[in-house]
């Protein structure tokens, strides 16, 4: 079996789970897609999980309701040994990546890094992925009983439903006893569309001028039209916005379907987060720009006289 991991949020399946499973079904390994869903609560999430794999392994347990890389990595390996997986994908989130290694060493295989393509070639894998600051695609391969890859977020596109739905098992699992315990932890709310999940996504740059304009052209078109909101590594360097905002080869990759891009110059790095966006609309009064290469449709002027109008606009 293709053993996928799912991640979820807010009893809500993350988009990312679709994307691994569009991973897994063009990898050409044979055997079932099988979602892995972990956590306490999560009956609704294993019902989503259902309309897109072939089976869902629920562990619904109170050791699971705090996410614990120990616990995790546990828990993910012995499916994967009881259910013969030939292939483990787990997602490239700042957690995936922190527990998909300890997976890939108690199962003793080969572990590939944010992949952004997988291909079965014959009893090996070959798997795409950036490197040299996204400049380069390489392309590895490894061999062995159990491969376990993690998925770059946005490098897949969402997996649409399978014509059934897949049957749910309720498992048991033998989890260790963390070692560490989480004592607190502080959320951030907003009312906003989440980055990973948004399909519009409006983005400053240090280009729109103060954290001020930031808040009022960059939110404001924002939240006139229901879209997440991005930031330049630059941006948050700069204070003026939180990490969590930040898209780019240290941040978030995001792919929606319209990315506006504010006052944003267009790195290298910053580039490699949204470069898959299907339609980059960049407005900069830099007419040399590194954004407008990669942009469909651009407009060279000051974001602060350009942006107002767009609002006064999107408000009608």
Request: hydrophobic content about 45%; cysteine-free; overall charge negative.
């Amino acid at each position: 079996m293709i053993l996928v991991v799912a991640e979820h949020t807010g009893g809500k399946l993350a988009k990312a789970t679709l994307e691994m499973v569009t991973a897994a079904r063009d990898s050409g390994r044979e055997g079932p897609i099988t979602l892995l869903v972990l956590g306490e609560g999560v009956a609704g999430v294993a019902t989503e999980a259902a309309a897109v794999a072939d089976q869902v392994l629920v562990g619904d347990l109170p050791a699971l309701a705090q996410y614990n890389p120990e616990v995790w990595a546990a828990a993910v390996a012995q499916i994967a040994k009881e259910g013969e997986a030939s292939t483990v994908l787990i997602g490239g989130s700042r957690s995936g990546r922190e527990y998909a290694p300890r997976v890939a060493v108690k199962l003793d295989a080969p572990y590939l890094e944010d992949v952004i393509k997988l291909t079965a070639s014959g009893e090996a894998l070959q798997a795409q992925r950036y490197t040299f600051l996204a400049r380069v695609t390489e392309t590895v391969e490894a061999s062995g009983p159990v491969i376990v890859a993690s998925v770059k977020p946005g490098g897949f596109a969402p997996a649409a439903a399978a014509s059934a739905a897949g049957e749910q098992y309720d498992i048991e699992l033998e989890l260790p006893t963390p070692r560490t315990e989480i004592t607190g932890k502080n959320v951030e709310k907003t009312s906003r569309v989440a980055l990973s999940e948004a399909e519009v996504i409006v983005t400053g740059g240090r280009g729109v001028g103060s954290p001020e304009n930031f808040a009022q052209y960059v939110e404001g078109l924002a939240d006139n039209i229901g879209a997440g909101v991005g930031a330049t590594r630059a941006v948050v360097d700069a204070g003026w916005r939180p990490y969590a905002e930040q898209v780019g080869q240290t941040g978030k990759t995001v792919q929606p379907k319209a990315y506006i891009a504010l006052g944003v110059s267009g790195a290298v790095q910053h580039l490699s987060g949204m470069g898959k966006s299907k339609n980059i609309i960049a407005i900069n009064k830099d007419a040399e720009a590194p954004i407008f290469k990669v942009a469909d449709y651009g407009i060279v002027g000051d974001v602060n006289l350009i942006v107002p109008a767009l609002i006064a606009a999107s408000k009608k």
